[in-house]
């Protein structure tokens, strides 16, 4: 009976850590229910149709009590499920597939929720991302496959065989009561963490609300009062025709200490910016920040995206950055936004730019301003969008030297001195660059909030989901 509970605890074991590091919006349980009623399903006698009966109207009064389409499709699927496993052979060969496939099932729509509350991507977006990094395949292979085989080895003991686990269809129903009695029990009592999982359910519902909120996601009115806020239906852009560089700066979030953030834009106060404030990403990866910022939300080139429309009022368009051209497929694909030069590492490190191992190993982004300094003095008008590379995790991995000074000031750990540092040195290479060539319009962005950190379980904490600082220098505010 002991294992009844310990298999859907290892269900949503990942999960839970993945939200708890990554501090998701969604506040996953630690006991994936979904796994608990399939087990008990699995367990239950064949026949007894009475029982049967009255497990099915419970359900259907559910989808009634909820009224809403999220709850009929969820009441449609665990009807689907319990018929099909109490109407299959009690043989192995029938058994173990029908459990495996279930559970890999329902840990792949818990997956998929993470995925869309963190990050506001699909399994299949994350696949096309990972792909790119080493943690890739174990992320969509090793970790279901290991999970889906500690639940298989206890199906294939308890499930089927001499041994078989069977309970009374009272008996399963009273212990599916008690669970979502204490699962609804224990979040009255505090909001801050569930205790039940409830993985399709909430992909359900994810589908038909489109929208995962959480307590990162609002801003505190001490920080709304410092700090205006761009609104987003209005466009960064005034002047088509005027030359601009926008850039979107790696992992540059909305700390929810408003002396951190007074500090850290300090560093763009010398430039007399016209806008200095927050702004709402829509996405929370670095790729998705840069399709939002070319006016293609999901990659998707509807319409005229904005770098083809500073082509067609005659500048020069060039996209810019300091790592592989290969990684997110971005030489392959981002001429169709309307980019006529496109430069990555391989091209930069030929014009010998300097590159630095802080988090990845490519071009600083002190040698690509420099750089970029030779480029805007030319008297060819252009449109520039760079993201730059340096403040990328793993930050204990950084190879920096001489940390900012404000960290002691502000009482920062050692993750985030190293963090603040890079942020901090990139701010005034911007700024100078903006100094030389009031010319052009500045448009500077972060693309998220710092991801993760293994050795500073709250640093990404301090910062607030899907906000991210928003600077305009020599140009004019339009908010």
Known sequence: MFLLFFVPIVAAFAPYLACEFFDSPLLHGFFSAEEFFLLLAFALPSRNIVWKVIITAFICGYSFYANSAEGFATAGLYLLTFWVIISIPKQKKFVLPAFTAFSLLFFVVDCENFFYSTFALKNSDVWGLARFFWWGPPLFVVIPLLITAIQYAFARKNLCGGRRLELSYPVAIALATI????????????????????????????????????????????????????DSAASVIADYSRPTVMILVESFGVNKSVAYDKTLFS???????????????????????????????????????????????????????????????????????????????????????????????????????????????????????????????????????????????????????????????????????????????????????????????????SFYFKWVPMIVLNGHSRN
């Open 179 to 230: 669970s979502i009695c204490l699962g609804y029990g224990f979040s009255c009592l505090q909001q801050r963490q569930s205790l039940m999982e409830y993985p399709a359910k909430t992909w359900l519902w994810q589908y038909f609300k489109q929208n995962i909120v959480g307590k990162s996601s609002y801003l505190q009115e001490d920080i709304k009062q410092v700090f205006p806020q761009w």
């Open 267 to 461: 560093a763009y106060a010398d430039a007399d910016p016209s806008f200095m404030g927050l702004y709402h990403r829509h996405s929370n990866h670095t790729q998705g920040a840069e399709w939002e910022d070319f006016g293609s939300i999901n990659g998707i080139a509807n319409g005229t995206p904005i770098p083809a429309m500073f082509k067609e009022n005659g500048l020069q368009t060039w996209y810019v950055h300091g790592f592989s051209g290969g990684f997110y497929d971005r030489r392959a694909n981002y001429a169709k936004f309307g980019f006529e030069h496109l430069l990555f590492r391989d091209e930069l490190t030929d014009k010998r730019l300097s590159t630095c191992n802080y988090g990845f190993v490519g071009i600083c982004d002190s040698s690509l301003v420099i750089f970029l300094d030779s480029l805007l003095g030319e008297t060819t008008p252009k449109f520039i969008y760079w993201t730059t590379l340096d403040s990328h995790p793993p930050y204990e991995l950084s190879t920096i030297h001489e940390k900012s000074d404000k960290c002691t000031a502000l009482d920062l750990s050692d993750i985030d001195c190293t963090f603040f540092t890079l942020q901090e040195n990139t701010a005034r290479w911007i700024t100078w660059l903006a100094h030389r060539h009031s010319e052009y319009t500045f448009i500077i962005r972060g693309d998220h909030r710092p991801m993760g950190a293994l050795m500073d379980a709250g640093f990404v904490q």
